[in-house]
């Protein structure tokens, strides 16, 4: 059976894919993608000029109490299109290591994968922001915001180069981890990469959920 | 003045450039790199088919008095040189905002720098190995090795999902990690997607500065 590639797209700016998952893309003959209401990952192909006939969107309803069902569904549906096409990809917005919607599909999927990297929107903010992540002996954490204000205190003091992502699930909590001065010098900032971009100043401002929090 | 572009070249493969990047070297007139006796940002450049004559080798040599002396000289040099021409890049390996070498020139240079970002090793090793850096809630850490039992234990038994970069600095101390059982599931590369890329089965087995270990 064929191999299926995972293609990291990046943070949003096209041209922020590899070389390599650009010429992937451009010579596959089937292209899934995750579909959301904010469309990022088909805008990605879009941009790329990818060709409409070739991408196949794949809804994965988050808030569904079928999400195993269709997880499992796209699955199998992938695997069947790899008996079909000699070159089948998965497009991923950013890297398909990290947090991606690929990994849920990934356990469930019974065949070859290989993954191309992409650039995440942590390292891309930090490209923009002209901030470093982290120097010679300094750690970097990547936290994703969870709702326990106990939880996200301790995390938060504990890194003193870091991102918080997913970062409105947990907006009241790191609203209040500011008042008590917990949280101290950071960089938000919301559609990384994309003309939508935007800078934010203070946590309180955070409405969107593609924000995310770079700590120093 | 004009201002700087800082590219991250990627983890070794050539085409794990991105397009941006690889757009912005093309067009550059003049392309600084950091040359080491590894040669990897050398033979990156190379690889992309860059031409030979605006690409200018920087010495940072490491256990040198004057090492401080030569960033500055360094730094003075590049800064001249955006008076001279249109489009001037330096070019690194890895991605520029992850304990890369421009970092050090970076608070000497008295310019505007804007930067692309590029895979890192981890993103690239975790891609090749098929194996998730985090998902859904999980923390992410990245921790340079460092010469000391007691802080390692507790970095390594504090991570569930990370990474130990510069593993060859600390081989000692994670082989007694390992026979004192602390370090448990891992997977080691050095040269990340390189020709010379190998994956080692054991701590004990590391011998080469661009080793890294992927923890889970």
């Known amino acids: 059976m064929n191999e299926l590639y995972v293609v990291g797209l990046g943070p949003g700016d096209p041209d922020l894919i590899t070389v390599k998952g650009y010429k992937m893309l451009m010579d596959a003959d089937l292209i899934y993608y995750p579909y959301t209401s904010f469309k990022y990952a088909e805008n990605i192909l879009i941009a790329l000029g990818i060709d409409k006939k070739k991408m196949q969107p794949l809804e994965f309803p988050i808030r569904s109490l079928d999400l195993l069902k269709k997880i499992r569904e796209n699955a199998c549906r992938i695997k069947n299109s790899l008996e079909f096409y000699d ?112 800078i934010y100043n203070n946590i309180n401002d955070i409405d969107s959920y593609m924000a995310l929090v770079i700590l120093k």
Do not use: W
């Open 87 to 198: 070159s089948v990809v998965y497009a991923v917005e950013g890297d398909p290591m990290l947090y991606s919607t690929f990994l849920d599909l990934y356990r469930y999927l019974d065949c070859k994968v290989r993954f191309i990297p992409g650039i995440s929107s942590i390292n891309a903010a930090a490209a923009i922001f002209g901030i470093p992540m982290a120097e010679k002996d300094e750690i970097f954490t990547i936290i994703p915001a969870v709702n326990d204000y106990e939880y996200m205190k301790k995390m938060i003091m504990g890194t003193k180069n870091g991102a918080i992502i997913k970062a409105i699930g947990a907006k009241d909590v790191l609203k209040k981890l500011l008042d008590d001065e917990h949280l101290k010098k950071y960089y938000i900032m919301e559609n990384v990469s994309l003309k939508s971009q935007k």
